[in-house]
């Protein structure tokens, strides 16, 4: 099924509106995906409550739509 990557940004974003958001399409099969987020949202969050708070934002498609994702989260310097 997989998800396509222009979703999968427009869901992190709406969680995250000041996010800047990079993906890559890891197998070119839209389920195994490299997402680089960096917001001020996360600003006094652990790594582990940042990358809680992008799964929560992509709404148990986890697992279903989207195999894999491999996440990487900063806050801006």
């Not at 195994?32 to 934002?57: C, D, I, L, N, P």
């Amino acid at each position: 099924m997989g998800m396509r990557e222009d979703d999968l940004r427009a869901m992190i974003v709406a969680a995250f509106p000041d996010a800047e958001v990079t993906i890559t399409d890891l197998a070119g099969d839209n389920d195994h995906y490299a997402a680089h987020v960096v917001s001020a949202t996360f600003r006094g969050m652990t790594r582990v409550a940042q990358h809680k708070a992008v799964y929560a934002a992509l709404g148990g498609r986890m697992g279903g739509e989207l195999h894999a994702l491999q996440l990487t989260t900063a806050i801006p310097s």
